[in-house]
């Protein structure tokens, strides 16, 4: 169920679409070792705590960021924007993930530590075209004009550029 339309080559061996469903942000993995035959090993649908939501990265190739840290680790970035349930209140959010064993589609692990989260009650312009640059641990979160910082494994403090 749902559609991707952006795709993005993990390994030789594994696709990372990313897409719609339902209304909300979808990842979904797939092996492409037998390329006539993909298969989907996973999908995973970002924020149930939106009441819709979508992904600049989808139309945007330059607000997705990925990172091959090492052979069998890897880091990616997707920014997603939405709206609060019952309020409509406008939110940003810039999801981060970490992939081990990129290369075995039987093994490809993706967790993440959170997301860094912006709302219009933080007195910004949402909506910015969401860029982000990793360097290291640090997350740099650029969102219209403003600049976001924090270490990966502790999105949720998410510091404000001054």
Do not use: C
């Not at 649908?45 to 009441?51: E, G, I, N, R, T």
């Not at 992904?55 to 052979?71: G, Q, V």
């Not at 939110?91 to 989260?117: A, H, K």
């Amino acid at each position: 169920p749902g559609f991707s339309n952006f795709l993005h080559p993990i390994s030789d061996a594994v696709l990372m679409g990313l897409g719609q469903i339902d209304g909300r942000v979808k990842l979904e993995f797939f092996d492409v070792l037998d390329i006539s035959s993909p298969t989907s090993i996973g999908a995973l649908v970002l924020d149930d705590s939106m009441a819709y939501s979508y992904s600049a990265a989808a139309w945007n190739r330059k607000a997705f960021t990925y990172w091959r840290k090492s052979p069998d680790a890897h880091r990616m970035t997707i920014p997603v924007s939405g709206y609060a349930f019952e309020s409509w209140e406008p939110l940003e959010r810039l999801y981060l993930f970490d992939i081990v064993n990129p290369d075995d589609p039987n093994q490809l692990t993706l967790t993440t530590p959170g997301y860094l989260s912006a709302t219009s009650g933080d007195s910004i312009s949402v909506g910015g075209e969401p860029r982000a640059i990793l360097h290291e641990d640090s997350v740099f979160w650029v969102l219209g004009q403003e600049v976001f910082s924090a270490l990966w494994n502790n999105p949720q403090q998410t510091v404000r550029a001054q």
